[in-house]
């Protein structure tokens, strides 16, 4: 009896032992104080959510994407219904296509008129001449000369009807090109590689425009966010080095790059007077991961908490914990869940 309760108390007292060797490691392994010029904060992995959206209303035809997919850029992941636009489209291709037939008819009489007018030039000439020899009367002249003008009117209204059926054609065109836009448009494509996080919108919904479909996480566009005091961050410059420890990979700290520094305080007292209310200050700190460091992207995943740490002097050197990894290819491996 006295055996089985010694098993029992073993087996429940694992955890805790487990626990704290873990507890133990991680404060053995991480530096206990930072060096002067070395700054910390707490914070998550986190990453730029991106909306795809409907450019136009309509009812969505089909979705290719379900949440927690990753998507590539310029991927389809839905489609919207086409069918009023396919409509439009066909009628405004037989509008240019109408218009341009009769420009075609229209050529085709100012190259009759062009030859009237020629033939009517070349008897007015000849009747002018014969009169100047006194052998056709004036009125001969006149009449001739009346007939050319004539024909130079018509040519002259046959090109502007040419002109008109040209600017039909190209409005017509135009019109094609847009309905083609906006059917290429109803295909949402995702702009970023990433993971789908939320559907948004099922088929056969009617849509208005700008109407969501997805939330997307750009998983090329990973961060962790932290809070230093006030004092911590005026000192921090656009672009300093920074380290990010996560607690899934306390062995491993990844190289980021500060990349904001928010120019207010997030936490701020009802009324700021003397130096300790001051000092509760705290400014929201961006750590930016580059591309390179991040791991197979099917493997990101935000949320996971972690330490940030900032260098508030560029001189400053970091600890053998957070510079022995920092560089090195494994580095790249570490995961979030």
């Known amino acids: 009896m006295l055996g089985k309760?010694?098993?029992?108390?073993?087996?429940?007292?694992a955890p805790v032992m487990m626990g704290s060797r873990?507890?133990?490691?991680?404060?053995?392994?991480?530096?206990?104080?930072?060096?002067d010029g070395?700054?910390?904060?707490?914070?998550?992995?986190?990453?730029?959510?991106?909306?795809?959206?409907?450019?136009?209303?309509?009812?969505?035809?089909?979705?290719?994407?379900?949440?927690?997919?990753?998507?590539?850029?310029?991927?389809?992941?839905?489609?919207?219904?086409?069918?009023?636009?396919?409509?439009?489209?066909?009628?405004?291709?037989?509008?240019?296509?109408?218009?341009?037939?009769?420009?075609?008819?229209?050529?085709?009489?100012?190259?009759?008129?062009?030859?009237?007018?020629?033939?009517?030039?070349?008897?007015?000439?000849?009747?002018?001449?014969?009169?100047?020899?006194?052998v056709a009367s004036r009125e001969t002249v006149e009449r001739s000369q009346s007939h050319r003008d004539i024909a130079a009117a018509a040519l002259q209204a046959s090109n502007a009807k040419l002109l008109a059926s040209q600017m039909t054609i190209e409005a017509a065109e135009?019109?094609?090109?847009?309905?083609?836009?906006q059917i290429a448009d109803s295909t949402l494509t995702s702009p970023v590689e990433g993971r789908v996080l939320y559907r948004l919108a099922e088929e056969g919904e009617v849509l208005p425009a700008g109407g969501e479909v997805f939330t997307l996480v750009n998983l090329e566009d990973v961060y962790m966010e932290i809070f230093l005091p006030a004092r911590e961050a005026a000192l921090i410059s656009h672009g300093a080095d920074a380290r990010i420890v996560t607690d899934l990979a306390l062995?491993?700290?990844?190289?980021?790059t500060v990349s904001l520094v928010s120019p207010e305080a997030q936490f701020t007292p009802n009324?700021?007077?003397?130096?300790?209310?001051?000092?509760?200050?705290?400014?929201?700190?961006?750590?930016?991961?580059?591309?390179?460091?991040?791991?197979?992207?099917?493997?990101?995943?935000t949320g996971v908490r972690g330490?940030?740490?900032?260098?508030?002097?560029?001189?400053?050197?970091?600890?053998?914990?957070?510079?022995?990894?920092?560089?090195?290819?494994?580095?790249?491996?570490?995961?979030?869940?």
């Open 5 to 13: 309760s010694l098993l029992w108390l073993t087996i429940a007292s």
């Open 22 to 35: 873990l507890w133990t490691w991680r404060e053995g392994w991480l530096p206990t104080r930072l060096p």
């Open 38 to 134: 070395i700054a910390s904060g707490n914070g998550r992995i986190e990453s730029v959510r991106v909306d795809v959206a409907t450019k136009y209303a309509g009812r969505v035809q089909t979705i290719l994407a379900r949440e927690g997919d990753l998507v590539k850029p310029g991927q389809a992941v839905a489609r919207m219904n086409t069918d009023e636009l396919e409509a439009e489209l066909a009628r405004g291709k037989a509008r240019a296509a109408e218009g341009r037939a009769v420009k075609d008819q229209i050529s085709a009489e100012i190259t009759e008129k062009r030859s009237r007018l020629r033939l009517a030039q070349q008897q007015f000439e000849r009747d002018r001449a014969l009169y100047a020899r006194q």
């Open 174 to 181: 135009a019109d094609v090109r847009r309905i083609e836009t």
């Open 251 to 256: 062995d491993r700290a990844t190289r980021a």
């Open 271 to 301: 009324y700021v007077e003397t130096r300790s209310e001051r000092d509760k200050l705290m400014f929201r700190v961006k750590l930016q991961i580059p591309r390179e460091m991040l791991p197979k992207l099917d493997e990101v995943k």
């Open 307 to 337: 330490v940030g740490y900032v260098k508030l002097d560029n001189s400053a050197a970091w600890p053998k914990a957070l510079r022995d990894r920092s560089t090195r290819s494994d580095s790249l491996s570490f995961t979030f869940p």
